[in-house]
């Protein structure tokens, strides 16, 4: 079952272009990851998705049906099937982390406090953290991957359907890269959850991917050329003939470095 379809949908801001007559879906309890190059696209399409950004052509469904045949109440309310892990975690900085995570639950009136506790210490614990360390601290305090597990936690704390993770371990160590990759799938079986990665981490691309989808950048495109260079499993990505997967995949410079010295 598709839980998300793009059909067709283009995206532009004013005279750049970033998406071109894009067509994907996301299947109800996979993994699906989503690589290329920087500024082909990649967010864009997952920001789409949960309907924070509208294509400037196309349309985006739901469960088969239009976003935009719904009204402002509905969109708001099946939004929030969705959790999103922002690429810097996007944490207030004036709140606690205790304040962090239960930021979303305090929306819910009909919460009690005891219900709002249980729940985030309850998250917090689910990504590895101890409430009684951590609740007082503010971001500032936090290493980049502690920083990662809350944005994580209060993604988590709404119960969603659909969790969205842009560059999940970007700037973070080899070791706590893995944390958040074993998260992701520790997440995804506990909670019988969808997901969508947006990742340059082939590690990570190897681990979590149930299919992968490539983007390729319009600027390197002839005008009739699909954005969508590649799909499929990882072991048909990694054994995957067509240069360009080729080279992205095993992170080779080839022709690029003449092109970007050129440029």
Not at 27 to 41: F, Q
Not at 245 to 254: C, P, Y
């Amino acid at each position: 079952m598709s839980l998300i379809d793009l059909q067709h949908a283009s995206m532009s801001f004013g005279p750049q272009h970033v998406l071109r007559d894009i067509t994907l879906d996301v299947r109800e309890g996979e993994t699906l990851v989503l690589i290329g190059e920087s500024g082909c696209g990649k967010s864009v399409t997952m920001k789409l998705m949960m309907d924070l950004l509208q294509p400037t052509q196309g349309q985006v469904l739901w469960d088969g049906k239009p976003i935009r045949s719904r009204s402002e109440k509905q969109i708001t309310r099946e939004r929030l099937k969705f959790g999103y892990l922002f690429q810097q975690a996007a944490l207030f900085d004036s709140l606690t982390v205790f304040e962090n995570v239960a930021f979303g639950l305090r929306q819910n009136k009909r919460l009690s406090e005891q219900k709002v506790v249980e729940t985030v210490h309850g998250r917090l614990q689910d990504v590895g953290l101890s409430p009684d360390v951590v609740v007082d601290k503010k971001p500032a305090e936090l290493s980049g991957g502690m920083r990662k597990r809350v944005g994580l936690a209060r993604a988590l704390a709404m119960s969603p359907a659909i969790m969205l993770y842009d560059e999940p371990t970007t700037g973070l160590d080899p070791i706590m890269s893995d944390v958040i990759n074993e998260l992701i799938l520790r997440t995804r079986d506990r909670e019988k959850m969808t997901s969508v990665v947006v990742t340059h981490d082939m590690h990570t691309v190897r681990k979590v991917a149930d299919r992968i989808v490539m983007f390729y950048p319009l600027t390197r495109l002839e005008p009739d050329e699909p954005q969508i260079i590649f799909e499929g499993t990882p072991e048909e990505a990694f054994a995957c003939t067509d240069p360009r997967v080729h080279q992205f995949i095993r992170g080779e410079a080839g022709e690029r470095l003449t092109e970007l010295a050129a440029a």
